[in-house]
């Protein structure tokens, strides 16, 4: 079993810039890619970006590409989202999670183990 733990949301201006960490422990072993997903106020769940565990390989979603970066360290069994020049239509509870298959990263239903989440909020 793994535990998936948030953190770094918070309030900041449009065109600010933030830095989420994502910090797995437990059977580190159990999962091949983690994955950022985000609810807005109103909204479904979407994905927002994904990391290959082994390799490194990312995928962002188009609508934050050039903005948003995902990372891993993995000494440290933490994956990072930056997020820069921040919209307010990027508010949401930001959710890290992990999956067994780096071929649903995407998908909700492809996770396996979730986060509580960490609420952006980008406001003047």
């Known amino acids: 079993q793994l535990q998936v733990v948030e953190s770094g949301g918070g309030l900041v201006q449009p065109g600010g810039s933030l830095r989420l960490s994502c910090t797995v422990s437990?059977?580190?072993?159990?999962?091949?890619?983690v994955g950022w997903f985000r609810r807005a106020p109103g909204k479904e769940r979407e994905g927002v970006a994904c990391?290959?565990?082994?390799?490194?390989?990312?995928y962002i979603k188009n609508f934050v590409k050039g903005r948003f970066t995902i990372s891993k360290d993995n000494a440290k069994n933490t994956v990072y989202l930056q997020m820069n020049n921040l919209k307010p239509e990027d508010t949401a509870v930001y959710y890290c999670?992990?999956?067994?298959?780096?071929?649903?990263?995407?998908?909700?239903?492809?996770?396996?183990?979730w986060g509580k989440g960490t609420l952006v909020n980008v406001s003047s």
């Open positions: 990391i290959r565990k082994n390799d490194g390989a990312t």
């Open positions: 999670a992990t999956t067994r298959d780096a071929g649903l990263c995407d998908y909700t239903y492809g996770m396996n183990y």
């Open positions: 437990g059977s580190t072993l159990d999962y091949d890619a």
